[in-house]
C-alpha cells in the first residue's frame, strides 16, 4: 500500500508535470502583465484620462482576439502534431513576443504584439493540461492538474512583484527570457503515450475542429464545457481589471493599484485551485465542487459591489476571495479534457479555456455598452449576473467525468 501511494506521489510530480506547471507560471506571468502595467505602458505612450480605460480594453481585446486564433490553431494542431510540440512551440511565441512588446512605441504595434503574445499564449496550457491527463491514472489526474494550475497562477504574484520593481519594458523583457529559459526543459520530457498509441494506428481522424458542430451532442458538450468558465474571467477582465475606476466608484477610502489587486486576486487562485482540485478528489465529482465555488463566486460579486467607503486592505481582500472562488479554473479545463476522446481532446482542451479567455471580449463591450445607460457598478452587476445565469445552467448540462476513462477515440464522419 505504502509502495503504491509512492508511486502515485512520484507520478503527480514527474517531470511532464512540472513542466506544464512551470510553462503555465510563464503564461500566467505574461497574460496578467498587461493588466498590470496598463497604465503605466500607456501613460508612457503620450495617453491619460478616459484613454487610458478606452485603450486598455482595446488592447485587452486585441490580445483575448489573439488567444481565440491560437486557441484553434494549436488546439487542431496539438491532437495532429502532439502535445508536447504544441506547448513547447507556444512557448517560443509568446516569450518572442514578450521581448518584441519592450520595444514598442505606438499603440498599433503594442496591439499587434499583443495579438501575436495572445496567439502564443492560447497553447500552453490546454497541451498542458491534456498531457498531463492522459498520463495520469485516473484516480490521481485531478491532483496533477490541481498541480498545474496552483503553479501556474502564481506567475501573476511574480509579474506585480516585477512590474513593481522595474518599469514595464524590463517587465516585459523578464518574461520573455523566463519563457525561453524554459525551453531547455523540453530535452527530456516524453510525449503522452494515448497520442503515440493513436499516432501508430491509421485511419484515425484528428484535431477535426468544424466536427465540434456538426453534431448536436457533441456541440453542447463542447459548449457546456465553455459556459461554466466565463464568471472566472468576468472577474479577471472587469472587476479586477478595471478596479482602480471601480474603487473610484464605490468610495474607497484610499488608491487602489491594479497591480495589487491582481496579485491578491491570483494569490487566492492559487489556493482555489489547489483546494477545488482537493475537493474534487475527495467528493469523487468534478461537477459537485465546481458548483461549490460558483455559489463562492456568486457570493463574491455580491460582497464586491456592497463594500462602499472600505479600506484598500477589505477591497484586497474581496479581491483575494474572488480569486479563490475562481479557483475552479483547474477543474474547468480537466472537465473540458475528459469529456472528449483522444483524438479530439487537445483541440478540446486547447480552445475552451482560451474561448472563455475570449469571452472578456464581449463581456467587456457589453460593460462598455451598459455604461452609456447604467452607472458603473450596474452595468458590471447586469453582465455578471448574466454570466452566472449561463454557468449554473451549463453546469447542469455537462457529465460526470471522475471516473471516465480517457482512452477512447471520438466517431465522426
Known amino acids: 500500500m505504502k509502495s503504491q501511494a509512492k508511486a502515485s506521489f512520484s507520478q503527480i510530480f514527474s517531470l511532464p508535470v512540472i513542466v506544464a506547471a ?3 507560471f510563464v503564461d500566467i506571468y505574461d497574460l496578467v502583465l498587461f493588466s ?3 497604465v503605466s505602458s500607456l ?3 503620450g495617453f491619460s484620462g478616459q484613454a487610458l480605460i478606452d485603450n486598455g480594453v482595446f488592447l485587452l481585446n486585441m490580445q483575448m482576439a489573439g488567444m481565440l486564433v491560437g486557441g484553434i490553431l494549436w488546439g487542431v494542431l496539438g491532437d495532429r502534431q502532439g502535445r508536447l510540440k504544441v506547448m513547447f512551440a507556444s512557448i517560443f511565441l509568446y516569450s518572442l513576443a514578450n521581448l518584441a512588446n519592450a520595444m514598442a512605441s505606438s499603440l498599433p504595434a503594442y496591439a499587434a504584439l499583443r495579438f501575436i503574445a495572445g496567439i502564443g499564449l492560447a497553447g500552453e496550457l490546454g497541451a498542458g493540461i491534456t498531457l498531463v491527463s492522459e498520463i495520469l491514472p485516473k484516480s490521481i489526474r485531478g491532483y496533477g492538474t490541481m498541480l498545474v494550475a496552483s503553479v501556474g497562477v502564481s506567475g501573476a504574484i511574480l509579474a506585480n512583484l516585477v512590474a513593481s520593481t522595474f518599469d514595464w519594458r524590463m517587465a516585459f523583457v523578464i518574461g520573455g527570457v523566463l519563457g525561453l529559459l524554459l525551453l531547455i526543459t523540453r530535452i527530456r520530457v516524453a510525449e ?3 497520442f503515440r498509441a493513436m499516432d501508430d494506428q491509421a485511419g484515425v481522424r484528428r484535431g477535426n475542429f468544424l466536427a465540434l458542430f456538426t453534431d448536436r451532442q457533441r456541440f453542447r458538450r463542447y459548449l457546456n464545457s465553455i459556459m461554466i468558465g466565463i464568471p472566472i474571467w468576468f472577474v479577471v477582465g472587469v472587476l479586477i481589471t478595471f478596479s482602480p475606476e471601480f474603487a473610484l466608484s464605490l468610495n474607497i477610502t484610499g488608491p487602489v493599484s491594479a497591480g495589487n489587486a491582481v496579485m491578491f486576486c491570483y494569490l487566492g487562485l492559487i489556493f482555489g485551485d489547489f483546494s477545488s482540485g ?7 465529482s468534478r461537477k459537485k465542487a465546481i458548483f461549490i465555488f460558483m455559489l463562492m463566486s456568486m457570493a463574491g460579486i455580491g460582497l464586491y459591489f456592497l463594500q462602499g467607503g472600505q479600506s484598500p486592505a477589505f477591497f484586497y481582500g474581496v479581491c483575494t476571495f474572488l480569486g479563490f472562488a475562481g479557483g475552479y479554473w483547474a477543474i474547468f479545463v480537466t472537465v ?5 476522446g483522444t483524438n479530439l481532446r487537445a483541440t478540446v482542451a486547447t480552445t475552451v479555456p482560451n474561448f472563455v479567455r475570449g469571452m472578456v471580449v464581449p463581456i467587456t463591450t457589453a460593460f462598455q455598452l451598459g455604461r452609456h445607460y447604467l452607472s458603473m457598478e450596474s452595468s458590471a452587476l447586469v453582465v455578471g449576473a448574466i454570466c452566472l445565469v ?6 447542469r448540462g455537462l457529465e460526470e467525468t471522475f471516473h471516465k476513462d480517457l482512452d477512447y477515440f471520438e466517431e465522426f464522419l
Open 336 to 340: 473540458a479534457a475528459e469529456q472528449f
Open 278 to 284: 482537493f475537493l474534487s478528489q475527495i467528493l469523487k
Open 43 to 45: 501613460k508612457a505612450l
Open 22 to 24: 512551470l510553462g503555465y
Open 192 to 194: 503522452s503515450g494515448m
Open 390 to 395: 449561463v454557468a449554473f445552467l451549463a453546469l
Open 36 to 38: 498590470i502595467v496598463r
